[in-house]
């Protein structure tokens, strides 16, 4: 029982191939592509309106050379909310949940910054790794825990993507199955959880957002130290 928990994080194969491709290409078919009239309807316009907000909001404290990385950001904030919101539907799977595919997007994404910001201006990014004022002594060991750190920051962007959405897909399975087998036995019981069960759903709901935009919110702040 306890193993049939973790099933839902497998990737499916039907017939040798792995269905994660297919996953992966689905959200882009959900969005409406603009048009050449002069009025758009209205989720071509809420579309506009979520990407031009949000766009403006990550790239407002960050000079001009950071404004060519909007169109990445933008389409990687829709696609892992997209991703992250799919999965919560009944008989779907989670690529999100697979800590390659995280690495697989966040690992990239970061050394572009660091080799960026190498490349630009070597002397502040290396800057970065010493802070200003360290004591003589503390230097060797500023440096190898700040370079430590830097190492940790992809890590850090696939692992917290993983665990945060494995975790409520786990509790969301762990209090239906509970619901299921309260129901003849205890109905007052089951209907309170399932109301707990709604209240997690919404709250799963609003994760799912969350971590796409922490997601993006942190690539923008790497990128913004090296720009």
């Not at 389409?75 to 390659?100: A, E, R, W």
């Not at 750190?149 to 239906?176: E, M």
Request: charged residues 5%; glycine residues 4%; aromatic residues 10%.
């Amino acid at each position: 029982m306890t193993l049939s928990f973790f099933d839902q994080f497998m990737s499916p194969v039907f017939l040798g191939i792995p269905l994660i491709a297919l996953a992966l290409t689905l959200p882009w078919a959900l969005f409406p592509k603009p048009t050449t009239r002069w009025l758009n309807n209205r989720l071509l316009t809420l579309q506009s309106w979520f990407i031009n907000n949000f766009t403006q909001q990550i790239f407002q404290p960050m000079n001009l050379p950071g404004h060519k990385w909007a169109l990445l950001f933008a389409s990687l904030m829709v696609f892992l909310m997209t991703l992250n919101l799919l999965g919560l539907l009944p008989y779907t799977f989670t690529p999100t949940t697979q800590l390659s595919l995280n690495m697989a997007l966040a690992v990239p994404l970061w050394l572009a910054t660091i080799i960026i910001g190498m490349r630009n201006q070597p002397t502040h990014a290396l800057g970065h790794l010493l802070p200003e004022g360290t004591p003589t002594l503390l230097i060797p060991v500023l440096i190898i825990i700040e370079t430590i750190s830097l190492f940790i920051r992809p890590l850090a962007l696939g692992v917290r993507l993983t665990a945060n959405l494995t975790a409520g897909h786990l509790l969301i399975q762990l209090i239906s199955t509970a619901t299921f087998v309260l129901l003849p036995l205890m109905p007052p019981v089951a209907f309170l959880t399932a109301i707990l069960l709604l209240l997690l759903s919404l709250l799963e709901v609003a994760v799912a957002m969350i971590q796409a935009y922490v997601f993006v919110l942190l690539l923008s702040l790497y990128l913004q130290e090296n720009i």
